[in-house]
T-cell receptor, first 110, second 115 residues
Framework: QKEVEQDPGPLSVPEGAIVSLNCTYS??????FMWYRQYSRKGPELLMYTYSSGNKEDGRFTAQVDKSSKYISLFIRDSQPSDSATYLC??????????FGSGTQLTVLP | DTGVSQDPRHKITKRGQNVTFRCDPISEHNRLYWYRQTLGQGPEFLTY????????KSRLLSDRFSAERPKGSFSTLEIQRTEQGDSAMYLC?????????????FGPGTRLLVL
């Protein structure tokens, strides 16, 4: 079993929809949680970073962490065609490497 | 551009050949990471450096793979006797070591195709 499981998708939504992307993890030592966005044939780009349970908001993006359930989510409000990409959850133990989910491919239709 | 850079961006090689990739991290970032990403998967950790010291290697890093960071700045990843299974995107990331500095910044990657 992988340490990080991510809803595989692909996900296709109409423009303006609310998108929910989800990951679960098994290693309770993970303390830092990130969401990266990756466009086709590009490197991952950091979207959100958090280290505590609860919600963190940045514009149209909200990251949610529930450490008791080992569950993290990314919500995208008012989705735009430019949000079409693969979204990767990632997490780490302090000062160690990142462990990634397998990614969810999102398409926002105009 | 002050981000992480990688060279080359694409490499096509024949099975059995050696290849070398270069990564230039964000200046003053003392930690440098190499990951490998195959189609439809997230990046998988290969190895990382703090300054010039290689601190950890994944089981994915067979003895055909070697990485260096000789002066604590740029890094190279060499694959000897390439195999078709080595075809992947090789990603480099850097960060500044510190308790609250967990964020890693990625380069654009080197896409390797082994024929």
């Amino acid at each position: 079993q992988k340490e990080v499981e991510q809803d595989p998708g692909p996900l296709s939504v109409p423009e303006g929809a609310i998108v929910s992307l989800n990951c679960t993890y098994s290693n309770s030592a993970f303390q830092y949680f990130m969401w990266y966005r990756q466009y086709s044939r590009k490197g991952p780009e950091l979207l959100m970073y958090t280290y505590s349970s609860g919600n963190k908001e940045d514009g149209r993006f909200t990251a949610q962490v529930d450490k008791s359930s080992k569950y993290i989510s990314l919500f995208i409000r008012d989705s735009q065609p430019s949000d079409s990409a693969t979204y990767l959850c990632a997490m780490s133990i302090p000062v160690r490497q990142l462990t990634f989910g397998s990614g969810t491919q999102l398409t926002v239709l105009p | 551009d002050t981000g992480v850079s990688q060279d080359p961006r694409h490499k096509i090689t024949k099975r059995g050949q050696n290849v070398t990739f270069r990564c230039d991290p964000i200046s003053e970032h003392n930690r440098l990471y190499w990951y490998r990403q195959t189609l439809g998967q997230g990046p998988e950790f290969l190895t990382y450096f703090q300054n010039e010291a290689q601190l950890e290697k994944s089981r994915l890093l067979s003895d055909r793979f070697s990485a260096e960071r000789p002066k604590g700045s740029f890094s190279t990843l060499e694959i000897q006797r390439t195999e078709q299974g080595d075809s992947a995107m090789y990603l480099c990331a850097s960060r500044l070591a510190g308790y609250d500095q967990e964020t890693q910044y990625f380069g654009p990657g080197t896409r390797l195709l082994v024929l």
